[in-house]
């Protein structure tokens, strides 16, 4: 038999049966993302901007390759919300009291476990991972490492330094010391304290504070936490935007370059859209 006559038998049997096995006719899936956020919570404006700021993160990894970002407003009842965290591989919550939010929901809250039962991405912003009771922070802290929660959740607004607290974590490539004017929640109750590894520290009543955290969790996923960002400003900062997106990255797993990621943007993209007033609600 000629070798043109081999060939079109083989491409017979691929177009009959299908591809042969050990060879995949289908690229590597998109790993999938959701950036789950809220409407305003009765905060000032430009405080606790979670659409906005999403919406920033979203452009950010939207230039990655191999994942598929999106961004799903969260607000209760939230009801589709365990089959989109099913189909999901990972989470980024930038919403209001998430760590009550999660537990208000019976099924919602075991939709999460799932997730982090399949090595997914749980990462969390500012208020997004916070509690005023003390009830949801073990189950919070279970997911994502760390919670600001509870009664004696400590906080405050400050002009101070925030610093990488570690210079050999892929999280804080190409971060560099700043001053900055930021609320930074602070003394979060975490999983047992050698799990997590502290990323960023802000000098809060002259002492250095863990307020950003990763964790390899025991399941083999990855959790990532930055208490910052109660300012939507904040955003224009490029180490803002390089610590969240890195943190996001790696969160999935994903390699960091040595100089760290790229967050160019047009400055109108970090401009906060025109809005109404909204009334001062105290955490």
Known sequence: MSRL?????????????????????????AQRLLLLYQQPDGHPVSTHEYL??????????????????????????WAEGPELLDGADGAVLFLTAGAHWIS???????????????????????????T?????????????????????????????????????????RGIEPIQVHDEFYYALKTVPASKVTPLMQALIDDEPQMVAWGWNRPDGGRSF?????????????????RLVTQGVLWSLHR?????????????????????????????
């Open 5 to 29: 006559a081999v060939v079109a038998m083989g491409l017979i049997a691929v177009v009959l049966y299908g591809p042969i096995r050990g060879f995949s006719a289908d690229p590597v899936p």
């Open 52 to 77: 906005a700021g999403l919406r920033i993160l979203n452009r950010l990894l939207s230039g990655q390759p191999g994942i598929e970002v999106r961004m799903v407003a969260a607000d209760e009842p």
């Open 104 to 130: 208000n929901d019976p099924a919602r809250l075991a939709a999460f476990q799932r997730l982090a039962e399949r090595k997914g991405c749980l990462s969390c912003l500012h208020w997004g991972m916070g």
């Open 132 to 172: 005023k009771s003390a009830e949801p922070v073990t189950a919070f802290a279970s997911l994502f490492g760390a919670c600001h929660g509870g009664p004696d959740r400590k906080y405050q607004v400050l002009e101070t330094r925030l610093a990488p607290a570690t210079a050999d974590h892929p999280v804080t």
């Open 225 to 241: 936490g930055f208490s910052g960002l109660h300012f939507h400003r904040h955003w224009e900062r490029p180490e803002y935007r």
């Open 255 to 283: 390699e960091i370059p040595a100089d760290g990621v790229n967050v160019d943007l047009e400055a109108e993209l970090l401009k906060l859209p025109p809005q109404l007033p909204a009334a001062s609600q105290q955490k």
